[in-house]
Nanobody, 124 residues
Framework: QVQLVESGGGLVQAGGSLRLSCAASGRTFSSYAVGWFRQGPGKEREFVAAINSMGSLTYYRDSVKGRFTISRDNAKNTVYLQMNRLKPEDTAVYYC?????????????????WGQGTQVTVSS
């Protein structure tokens, strides 16, 4: 069993930065790929970024490439999302999810584990 807890969200001005964390419990966390997803007001949940179990492979949605960086520290059971040059359209609740690689690189609710989400608000 794996439990995921996101943190690091908040209110930031456009152009600013935030680092989100996804902390996991459970000794098998390092065997899972992890994805970050977000859901803005009135929108469907969308894929943001993913990292494989070893941290050797990453994948991003086009709109965040060059601004967001996903990384993981398996010794700390934590995955990070560094978000730079934030834009108002990045405003959303951000969720992390753990599953096999092919599951975390696509949107959709069918992931083995989800966190509860953390709010990111970017003001213009």
């Amino acid at each position: 069993q794996v439990q995921l807890v996101e943190s690091g969200g908040g209110l930031v001005q456009a152009g600013g930065s935030l680092r989100l964390s996804c902390a996991a419990s459970g000794r098998t966390f390092s065997s899972y790929a992890v994805g970050w997803f977000r859901q803005g007001p009135g929108k469907e949940r969308e894929f943001v970024a993913a990292i494989n179990s070893m941290g050797s492979l990453t994948y991003y949605r086009d709109s965040v490439k060059g601004r967001f960086t996903i990384s993981r520290d398996n010794a700390k059971n934590t995955v990070y999302l560094q978000m730079n040059r934030l834009k108002p359209e990045d405003t959303a609740v951000y969720y992390c999810a753990a599953d096999q690689w092919l599951k975390v690189v696509v949107p959709g609710p069918d992931k083995e584990y989800w966190g509860q989400g953390t709010q990111v608000t970017v003001s213009s």
